[in-house]
């Protein structure tokens, strides 16, 4: 080999040490970060609901409630005889 190529392939090398070693650093946990602390937790309480009792019971009543969906009629169109001009 010449006196190059043993520099390169040295380089090489020292490169991928370095890549190796900061792939290592960031991979592994740190000591005494988190394995010495306490697992923390919150605490979640609930949500008291703020709706009206009458505007619960609109809802829940399906004679207060209005359903706007109306059937298609397939037969008779909705209004326009010919929807792309007469085609």
Do not use: H
């Amino acid at each position: 080999m010449k006196t190059k190529q043993i520099i390169q392939l040295f380089v090489a090398i020292a490169i991928l040490f370095v890549a190796g070693l900061l792939i290592f650093t960031q991979l592994t946990p740190k000591k005494g970060a988190a394995a010495n602390k306490g697992m923390t937790y919150e605490v979640i309480t609930m949500i008291e609901s703020d709706y009206s009792s009458s505007a619960m019971s609109k809802l829940k009543d399906a004679n207060e409630a209005k359903n706007f969906y109306a059937k298609p009629d397939l037969k008779n169109g909705v209004g326009n005889r010919s929807p792309f001009g007469g085609l």
